[in-house]
């Protein structure tokens, strides 16, 4: 089993910068490949980033491709999300996501674990 826990969120104004922590606990995050997705009220949960612990490739959408990046801190088995120039329409609750599966990590149906997640807000 793998307990996740989102922590960094608040309320920044567009174009600041947030860095969002998964904090694992019960396997290491080494050998789990680690996912972020966001949701806003009356909408699917959509696909942030990924990133394969197999050989280290990571995944993003278009819409914030350049913008924010997916990491590990393997010593604090912490998955990261840098993100920078946010928009407002970044707005959401954000969730990590955890597998050890190989498989899509662009859908939600890729992951077993899952964080509670964590409010973004970007004001104009």
């Known amino acids: 089993q793998v307990q996740l826990v989102e922590s960094g969120g608040g309320l920044v104004q567009a174009g600041a910068s947030l860095r969002l922590s998964c904090s694992a606990s019960g396997r290491t995050f080494s050998r789990y490949s680690g996912g972020w997705f966001r949701q806003t009220p009356g909408k699917e949960r959509e696909f942030v980033a990924a990133l394969n612990w197999r050989d280290g490739s990571t995944y993003y959408p278009e819409s914030v491709k350049g913008r924010f990046t997916i990491s590990t801190d393997n010593a604090k088995n912490t998955l990261i999300l840098q993100m920078n120039y946010l928009k407002p329409e970044d707005t959401a609750v954000y969730y990590c996501?955890?597998?050890?599966?190989?498989?899509?990590?662009?859908?939600?149906?890729?992951?077993?674990?899952w964080g509670q997640g964590t409010q973004v807000t970007v004001s104009s």
């Open positions: 996501a955890a597998t050890w599966r190989p498989g899509t990590l662009s859908t939600t149906l890729g992951y077993d674990y």
